[in-house]
């Protein structure tokens, strides 16, 4: 139909691209967005108060008594054959999907406890706006093992990894989080969890104990891994393991064999989650490290979002 139309009869305004707003002008055949690389089938034409989406457009100009708003229309952006629409309906079609942020990292106060003999949060207050100065300016020590954080390969291996070595897509992307069945003190074995392990597909797994519900409050009996889980994880391709706990071993433990097993099946380790408000099931997880060169962890501000 296109190739028998009267082109000097159709008008063609210049589209304007959806991710950045540039005007492409001349740009009608291009593949992308010459300014941000989005490709053309995100693009967007306003003519007389209507929306068309695709890769090539006419205007509102007739061909007899045929409106030509939109010809020779690519596919939409859900992936529909292509269309016009009003106003409206296209910028309600188009605004971002928000999706619900679930926080795992617990609140980071004075009273946070860590581990026995290790370095407590404390905050130094240099100046104050409510003093007369211009800013409010602090200074903080504490431990790099506070809540949630990533452990670096340094921390259970002798010249392995630092925090900033370690590979940070591992903390970014889809995982799994699983429930397990299993008393304090004790350590999660592949028959404790709720989810089996032909289940899980990811490359991420988090798992919820239960034994230490207050990190205001510390409890020496919470639950750690079996360094056979670890092994049965990483057989299926797991990169990285969390845990709502301060540490994937025991607190007696003095060899640390599931640190050590993390270590030869090189798996990255988070601990300190917040878990119990989290339903079993697929999330994309947020928890990046800071690149603090040398450290051996450092904390981290860990969430999700639900895949489905």
Not at 257 to 267: C, G, K, M
Request: hydrophobic share 40%.
């Amino acid at each position: 139909m296109t190739s028998s139309l009267d082109q000097s009869r159709v008008e063609l305004p210049d589209p304007i691209c959806a991710a950045c707003g540039h005007a492409l002008k001349g740009a009608r055949t291009s593949a992308v967005c010459p300014e941000c690389g989005r490709p053309l089938v995100d693009v967007l034409i306003r003519e007389k108060g209507r929306i068309a989406i695709g890769r090539r457009y006419a205007s509102a100009a007739r061909v007899g008594s045929l409106p030509l708003l939109a010809i020779a229309l690519g596919p939409s952006a859900d992936g529909k054959p292509g269309h016009a629409r009003d106003d409206e309906s296209i910028c309600k079609s188009r605004r971002p999907m928000t999706h619900t942020l679930i926080d795992i990292t617990p609140r980071i106060t004075p009273n946070m406890q860590v581990w026995p003999g290790d370095t407590a949060l404390s905050r130094e207050v240099l100046c104050t706006i409510e003093s007369g100065a211009s800013i409010t300016l602090s200074a903080l020590r504490a431990t790099v093992h506070l809540g949630a954080h990533a452990d670096g390969a340094n921390h259970y291996g002798a010249r392995a990894a630092s925090i900033d070595a370690m590979p940070l897509e591992r903390y970014i992307g889809a995982c799994h989080v699983v429930r397990a069945n299993v008393a304090r003190s004790a350590r999660v074995r592949a028959v404790d969890l709720n989810t089996p392990l032909e289940a899980l597909h990811h490359p991420r797994v988090l798992i919820y104990t239960g034994t230490f519900p207050d990190f205001e409050n510390w409890s020496s009996d919470f639950a750690a891994l079996d360094p056979a889980l670890v092994d049965q994880l990483a057989d299926r391709g797991v990169t990285l393991i969390g845990i709502d706990t301060p540490s994937v071993d025991t607190q007696e433990s003095k060899d640390l064999p599931a640190h050590q097993r993390f270590l030869a099946r090189d798996v990255s380790i988070l601990e300190g989650l917040r878990l119990a408000h989290v339903a079993a099931g697929e999330y994309e997880l947020i928890a990046l490290p800071l690149p603090l060169v040398g450290f051996d962890a450092s904390p981290v501000r860990a969430i999700l979002r639900p895949l489905h």
